[in-house]
């Protein structure tokens, strides 16, 4: 381990950063010196300059994936380096901001009756009735099942807080049934050690095979992955009328404003106001003239 190294990991690790921000800043910044073949220590402005440009254009990197290596080179020079004149020259990249897929409950339904295993059909019934993380979801325990008080407790979920979350009869009832056949220790899903189930936290790309195979299953031809699921959890409460500030708290989102993307998802808030067309006259498309003739200019 080289020295650099190990400083930039002293000090994520004594600012407290989880180990999946832990190994992703890491990661980048192994990246960006091995394309210089040089030590970041000796690389400067120009260098990340030409870097950001190189992800764009050859390696065709989203705008999102390198917002998270922009931060790690921030990280890098202005945390562990002391250089904080290099800040304004890592810029982040403009993100497009696209809405999230979002799925009907009849979608919502085959998929989670499409999935293969019990195993698998009790991630995703927890995954859509409850909102959580991907993330999250591996590091669930059976002590986090509090069944008296019908909730979920959440551990030190985005952002190293705690929440509780929804527990529904329904899931309810599957996870018991999961539990009777599965028999967890520890973890809620156990994963695999040497090829054989053991006490560990199942890995993200689980859960991601879970749902990519069940929504082939399924048939669905939206793009899904475990993310979909909590957008849809979120929409369609809003559309049973839950308050945006309470599905604020059960996302475990910081800002409200990350929260109410999902007004431009839901039809009840659509659809509660008419549009201003509505509000004058306008004759029948009948009587319109029809002609396929370009007109002249």
């Given at each position: 381990?080289?020295?650099?190294?190990?400083?930039?990991l002293?000090?994520?690790?004594?600012?407290?950063?989880?180990?999946?921000?832990?190994?992703?800043?890491?990661?980048?910044?192994?990246?960006?010196?091995?394309?210089?073949?040089?030590?970041?220590?000796?690389?400067?402005p120009?260098?990340?300059?030409?870097?950001?440009?190189?992800?764009?254009?050859?390696?065709?990197?989203l705008?999102?994936?390198?917002?998270?290596?922009?931060?790690?080179?921030?990280?890098?020079?202005?945390?562990?380096?002391?250089?904080?004149?290099l800040?304004?020259?890592?810029?982040?990249?403009?993100?497009?901001?696209?809405?999230?897929?979002?799925?009907?409950?009849?979608?919502?339904?085959?998929?989670?009756?499409?999935?293969?295993?019990?195993?698998?059909?009790?991630?995703?019934?927890?995954?859509?009735?409850?909102?959580?993380?991907?993330?999250?979801?591996?590091?669930?325990?059976?002590?986090?099942?509090?069944?008296?008080?019908?909730?979920?407790?959440?551990?030190?979920?985005?952002?190293?807080?705690?929440?509780d979350?929804?527990?529904?009869?329904?899931?309810?009832?599957?996870?018991?049934?999961?539990?009777?056949?599965?028999?967890?220790?520890?973890?809620?899903?156990?994963?695999?050690?040497?090829?054989?189930?053991?006490?560990?936290?199942?890995?993200?790309?689980?859960?991601?095979?879970?749902?990519t195979?069940?929504?082939?299953?399924?048939?669905?031809?939206?793009?899904?992955?475990?993310?979909?699921?909590?957008?849809?959890?979120?929409?369609?409460?809003?559309?049973?009328?839950?308050?945006?500030?309470?599905?604020?708290?059960?996302l475990?989102?910081?800002?409200?404003?990350?929260?109410?993307?999902?007004?431009?998802l839901?039809?009840?808030?659509l659809?509660?106001?008419?549009?201003?067309?509505?509000a004058?006259?306008?004759?029948?498309?009948?009587?319109?003239?029809?002609?396929?003739?370009?007109?002249?200019?």
């Open positions: 381990m080289t020295r650099l190294r190990q400083m930039m002293d000090e994520l690790q004594r600012r407290n950063y989880s180990p999946s921000t832990v190994r992703s800043y890491i990661s980048a910044v192994e990246d960006f010196a091995r394309y210089f073949g040089r030590s970041p220590y000796r690389l400067g120009d260098h990340i300059r030409q870097y950001q440009a190189h992800l764009f254009r050859d390696r065709k990197l705008a999102g994936t390198i917002t998270i290596r922009t931060c790690a080179l921030r990280f890098l020079y202005v945390k562990t380096l002391k250089r904080p004149y800040h304004e020259h890592i810029p982040f990249p403009k993100r497009p901001r696209s809405l999230p897929t979002v799925l009907s409950s009849e979608e919502v339904e085959r998929l989670i009756a499409s999935a293969k295993n019990l195993m698998h059909r009790a991630m995703l019934m927890t995954l859509y009735a409850t909102g959580l993380r991907r993330s999250e979801l591996c590091q669930l325990k059976v002590t986090d099942i509090d069944s008296q008080r019908m909730v979920i407790r959440v551990r030190q979920g985005k952002g190293a807080r705690d929440r979350v929804l527990l529904s009869s329904k899931l309810l009832e599957t996870l018991r049934e999961y539990w009777r056949w599965m028999k967890p220790k520890t973890y809620l899903f156990p994963g695999l050690v040497n090829g054989w189930r053991a006490d560990v936290p199942i890995t993200p790309k689980v859960v991601w095979d879970a749902v195979e069940a929504r082939e299953r399924a048939g669905i031809e939206k793009h899904v992955t475990p993310h979909t699921l909590r957008h849809s959890f979120a929409t369609n409460m809003l559309e049973a009328g839950a308050d945006l500030r309470t599905i604020q708290v059960l475990g989102h910081r800002d409200i404003a990350d929260t109410a993307v999902y007004l431009h839901s039809r009840r808030h659809q509660a106001l008419p549009s201003p067309i509505e004058i006259e306008v004759s029948s498309p009948n009587t319109v003239k029809r002609s396929r003739r370009l007109m002249k200019r």
